[in-house]
Nanobody
């Protein structure tokens, strides 16, 4: 079990950039794959990106591929989401989560994650 705290959200114009951070407690962080999810008002939570425990492998939703980059610094117990060319449709609460199983094609499933942060709001204006 890990505790996760997101930060870096805010208001940005379309085409702008934001960098989200997810700080984890405990040394177990380096043993876990991590993911970013988002949820807009009135919509279900959707997968954004995931990164393997060492950062070797990544996975992205088609909607953000080429615009977002997930990375991690295990020495700092932190995972990042660099968001560029932001669109109004990116507006949502972004949450990070710790993956419970082995890296694979199921990284986009919310059921595969067992620890979640409280989320940080990202608002993209037109």
């Amino acid at each position: 079990q890990v505790q996760l705290v997101e930060s870096g959200g805010g208001l940005v114009q379309a085409g702008g950039s934001l960098r989200l951070s997810c700080a984890a407690s405990g040394l177990t962080f380096g043993n876990l794959a991590m993911g970013w999810f988002r949820q807009a008002p009135g919509k279900e939570r959707e997968f954004v990106a995931a990164i393997s425990r060492s950062g070797t492998y990544t996975s992205y939703a088609d909607s953000v591929k080429g615009r977002f980059i997930i990375s991690r610094d295990n020495a700092k117990n932190t995972v990042y989401l660099q968001m560029s060319i932001l669109k109004p449709e990116d507006t949502a609460v972004y949450s990070c989560a710790a993956h419970r199983a082995t890296w694979g094609p199921s990284m986009s499933r919310t059921s595969e994650y067992n620890d979640w942060g409280q989320g940080t709001q990202v608002t993209v204006s037109s």
